[in-house]
Nanobody, 117 residues
Framework: VQLQASGGGLVQPGGSLRLSCVTSGFNFEYYAIGWFRQAPGKEREGVACLSSRMDDNTYYTDSVKGRFTISGDNARNTVYLQMSSLKLEDTAVYYC??????????WGQGTLVTVSS
């Protein structure tokens, strides 16, 4: 099982980035895929989640609603996190995770997003 997150980088406040989470080794359609982040010295927090491809519902933490969009591409087994109007407080390592009820989640490695002027 692999989840490969990429797309992080340095961006100015107000800018945009798109993170990608390429997955393999499990049935992508039946897992919810989420994005978490962890800022220096802070607890890890959930950012956005895309329910299984059976439902395709989306969920966002309040601080990113209206700015971030999560989406999935079944053909590529990939989930994206489009981040716009980035703020300094969005700086963190972002992780993607595959979630299925009653099973241990699969975590990918993180990708660093730095919002700085």
């Amino acid at each position: 099982v692999q989840l490969q997150a990429s797309g992080g980088g340095l961006v100015q406040p107000g800018g945009s980035l798109r993170l990608s989470c390429v997955t393999s080794g499990f049935n992508f359609e039946y897992y919810a895929i989420g994005w978490f982040r962890q800022a220096p010295g802070k607890e890890r927090e959930g950012v956005a989640c895309l329910s299984s491809r059976m439902d395709d519902n989306t969920y966002y933490t309040d601080s990113v609603k209206g700015r971030f969009t999560i989406s999935g591409d079944n053909a590529r087994n990939t989930v994206y996190l489009q981040m716009s109007s980035l703020k300094l407080e969005d700086t963190a390592v972002y992780y993607c995770v595959a979630i299925k009820l009653l099973q241990d989640p699969y975590w990918g490695q993180g990708t660093l997003v730095t919002v700085s002027s």
